[in-house]
């Protein structure tokens, strides 16, 4: 006989899902980042850097203001987080060292990710032997990362190192200066985490479970790209992952991607607590899955840097505003000198409770200066226009 699954209401879903992901309910300062990074099992990199870099964003977002020794050390210390690719390049706890065996497997068969290594020179020999020798090396101290051209442009060196870290015989549990520290996998994965034992649908179980408990309750298709996972592998496993069966008011359920489901310590638990304001990175795992957040929160979000400036809607790097349990507003922030500058501030609702909006901007904006430092905050533009006295007015009234 097979049980109705549980019933939730979008506002349970969407609760719950805050609260999975630590924006709801008293922060865990006791974990700091470090715990932080285990909740969400992976906190995406990216080189762009407005008001600090995104995998910063996200630990300030829920622990509030942070220092960037705090989240080096979390992240870069060596010995409690590795790179991999998951979402995208990420940063991830080193406990799932193992359960991405089922992806360096697949790379070493496929002989490749981007570049194909021509190792006639016998590049990935000599970087072994020169780590064995030498210790954690860059790739500039390896020999070159690039060869003069755009960014993509490797060079023999870092296309052999970055192969190896694909497949697992190097790995990155350092950073200096921003670049990658290389080590020999067997030398900086701990001794008991070290091994490719698990077999395929061991790892896609294990991290099906894990996306869905840093997501609390998602469709098919959310799981699947929390890692960047086929839809086929985990329609595989989603039943033996540990995940429980329920259905949300107006999410679709048409076909398996569309199927919910959650983590039953999140329905245990329940969603109670105090909403975080906060401003959110566009690479923030609350919102990095776009046809989530339209599905969750009600915004289209969509990240313009890459979209030629007079095209852009929102802005450069416009930052969801989380507020109330909702994505209340955008803001593309800026920083000139002491001044935090919202340049662009785009209200959800538009004009309809632009007032409480208003205040709901200007608290994340001045937590926001204080967190990098700025004096002062100053709004530009406002959409709806209408709306701009209100916006500057509740900045001022805080300062």
Not at 71 to 84: N, P, R, T
Not at 114 to 133: M, N, P
Not at 192 to 198: I, V
Not at 201 to 227: P, S
């Amino acid at each position: 006989m097979t049980t109705a699954p549980l019933h939730l209401t979008t506002d349970e879903a969407r609760r719950i899902a805050l609260r999975a992901q630590g924006l709801l309910g008293a922060p865990d300062r006791r974990g700091g980042v470090r715990g932080v990074l285990r909740r969400l099992g992976a906190v995406q990199l990216d080189t762009i850097s407005v008001l600090a870099r995104s995998h910063e964003l996200v630990p300030y977002a829920r622990l509030g203001p942070v220092g960037s020794r705090a989240v080096e050390s979390a992240y870069w210390s060596g010995d409690s987080a590795f790179e991999y690719w998951s979402h995208a390049a990420c940063v991830l706890p080193i406990e799932e060292w193992p359960l991405f065996a089922f992806r360096r497997r697949a790379l070493r068969a496929r002989g490749h990710r981007w570049h194909h290594l021509d190792d006639r020179d016998g590049s990935v020999a000599a970087i072994r032997d020169r780590l064995t020798a030498e210790g954690p090396l860059t790739a500039p101290e390896l020999g070159g990362a690039k060869r003069g051209g755009p960014w993509w442009d490797w060079s023999q060196t870092k296309i052999a190192v970055e192969w190896m870290l694909d497949t697992g015989e190097v790995v990155c549990t350092r950073r200096r200066g921003w670049k990658r520290v290389y080590d020999l996998a067997e030398r900086a994965v701990p001794t008991e985490l070290f091994h490719d034992d698990l077999d395929d649908a061991a790892c896609l179980r294990r991290l099906v479970g894990q996306a869905g408990a840093a997501l609390g309750v998602a469709t098919e298709a959310d799981l699947a790209d929390h890692h960047r996972l086929r839809a086929a592998q985990v329609a595989a496993v989603v039943a033996d992952s540990g995940l429980v069966r329920v259905s949300v008011a107006g999410w679709p359920e048409r076909g398996a991607r569309n199927r919910a489901w959650a983590d039953p310590a999140a329905l245990a638990a329940g969603a109670r607590g105090r909403h975080r304001t906060t401003l959110l990175s566009p690479f923030d795992s609350l919102v990095w899955d776009r046809a989530r957040t339209e599905r969750v929160f009600g915004m289209e979000h969509r990240l313009e840097a890459y979209v030629p400036a007079p095209k852009r809607r929102y802005g450069y790097f416009a930052m969801p505003v989380l507020a109330g349990g909702g994505l209340v507003a955008r803001v593309d922030p800026a920083r000139e000198g002491d001044v935090l500058v919202a340049r662009r501030v785009t209200l959800e609702g538009g004009a309809n409770g632009a007032e409480r909006a208003a205040g709901q901007v200007a608290d994340a904006l001045r937590e926001a200066a204080r967190w990098v430092g700025c004096g002062e905050v100053r709004v530009d533009r406002v959409e709806p226009a209408a709306a701009r006295p209100a916006v500057v007015a509740a900045v001022a009234a805080g300062g």
